[in-house]
């Protein structure tokens, strides 16, 4: 059995709208003069916290990350969809492997996320930015899920779209598989394989391991 943990953003869904009006309200509720659309994507895939301090928040990190999530909450189900070929990616992973999510997300939006688009049903487990003290490009998230699922790391694959999602997974000891979004500029840099979208690394995951059994 095979088991593959998923990114989220710019992987399976594309909540880009969201994140980036989630941070225009916020900056404008505290009177700041919201950050351009390019620098918050270049940022998206790390931590809130981190997204924020990257972007000139240096006071009151917390209760910026805490208005941010008050308005994602209320409009991430309107303002995300699911990448094109995601579901069948998703659909394909399942008939030869166990799928778990790893990401830096709030996992309790992620999960309703995913149930909206009537996809949670899928996957054993979710690890989100609360469940771990280290998120990604820490080992951590993906031990986690695999430690839940007691997996083998010699079975696991990683696929997602950013260097973080490939640092986590090499240092976890776990083979990947990158998707090319437009988050991650430098993702050549970090992957060894590279594959138009998630459905497309699934195929070559499904290949590898037939491959390894004949």
């Known amino acids: 059995m095979r088991f593959i943990l998923f990114d ?58 805490q208005t941010y999530k008050d308005i994602y909450k209320v409009i991430a189900k309107d303002m995300t969809v699911l990448l094109p070929n995601a579901k069948e990616a998703i659909l394909l992973a399942k008939s030869f492997a166990r799928l778990g999510i790893v990401t830096t997300k709030t996992g309790i939006y992620s999960k309703e996320l995913l149930e909206h688009f009537g996809v949670m049903k899928y996957f054993e487990v979710l690890i989100g930015r609360e469940d771990v003290k280290n998120p990604k490009p820490h080992p951590e998230p993906v031990l986690r899920a695999l430690h839940l699922m007691n997996a083998n790391k010699e079975s696991a694959w990683m696929i997602g779209d950013t260097c973080l999602d490939m640092l986590s997974a ?10 090319e979004f437009e988050y991650d500029k430098k993702l050549h840099e970090c992957a060894e394989i590279i594959k138009k979208d998630a459905l497309k690394a699934v195929e070559f995951i499904k290949n590898y391991s037939e491959k390894e059994k004949a």
């Open 8 to 65: 989220l953003d710019g992987t399976l869904i594309d909540s880009t709208e969201a994140i980036l009006y989630g941070f225009r309200k916020t900056f404008e509720t505290f009177g700041r003069v919201p950050p351009k659309d390019e620098d918050v994507k270049k940022l998206i895939g790390l931590p809130l916290d981190v997204m924020f301090a990257n972007l000139g928040i240096e006071e009151r990190v917390e209760e910026f990350v």
């Open 170 to 179: 090499k240092e976890a000891g776990i083979k990947s598989v990158a998707v």
